[in-house]
């Protein structure tokens, strides 16, 4: 009968049980005895692996930890059945960006090195663009499109000039003055307006030289390559703000 450790039974408690350091590393040495490592991994040590970012913890309460210590040693102990499949999420929800970080760079370990595919639900689609091959864009329960996120990008077939503002009042008095000389479609976020454009070049120029003539005080203006956010935004219509 094989033994219950090598069965692949991931589990990611969300309250896991308040225990030391010193009881993960036995547990690593346990399940590093009977379940197979990953293939062209030597097996001796390959869980302690996951382990090292959290390794300076040795025998502090777990209680005192971040919650980035936290995730990532629960991350650790899903691993020890060696899952094929590790569902997560939103596996950096309340993390500082050091913290954030640090995740990304286990995750991509455990997929690269480990062979695991990784099921992620997240609202930061910044993450989703660094950690993804392929990303499902939903709106209430329903996919939207799916695909690589240059394949999302692509959706767009078109660049965007981003307008800075010191304020939304402001980028809105902005926003008046462009849709008097220009037939394009502009979008107010926040202080920032954006003009979606395939000409990218001439409408720059021409929206700053408005802008300069009617004596429009604005910060910055740039082209922009469409993000996943520019994607998931014209897609949903949520947040979705035209000017007047």
Known sequence: MQP?????LPALPSKPPLIRIYLWKKICCFKAVCTESP???PKK??????????????????????GGVKRRLDI?????????????????????V????????????????????IFLTTHYLEEADQLSNTVCIMKDGKEVTQGSPAQLRSLLRQ???????????????????LKEQMSKEILLRA???LIYTQTPQSDIEAAAAVLL?????FQGIEIAQPTLEDVYLRLTQSERKECV
């Open 4 to 8: 219950l450790c090598a069965r692949k």
């Open 39 to 41: 293939k062209g991994m």
């Open 45 to 66: 040590g390959w869980k302690r692996s996951l382990l090292i970012s959290v390794w300076s913890r040795i025998g502090v309460i777990r209680s005192s930890y971040s």
């Open 76 to 96: 650790a102990l899903n691993m020890m059945t060696n899952p094929k499949i590790l569902f997560l999420d939103e596996p950096t929800v309340g993390m500082d």
């Open 98 to 117: 050091q913290s954030r970080i640090a995740m990304w760079g286990m995750m991509r370990k455990i997929r690269d090195d480990f062979g695991v595919t």
């Open 159 to 177: 660049n965007s000039i981003e307008i800075t503002f010191s304020s939304e009042a402001e980028a809105r008095k902005g926003c008046g003055i």
């Open 191 to 193: 202080e920032k307006l």
């Open 213 to 217: 003539k009617r004596h429009a005080a």
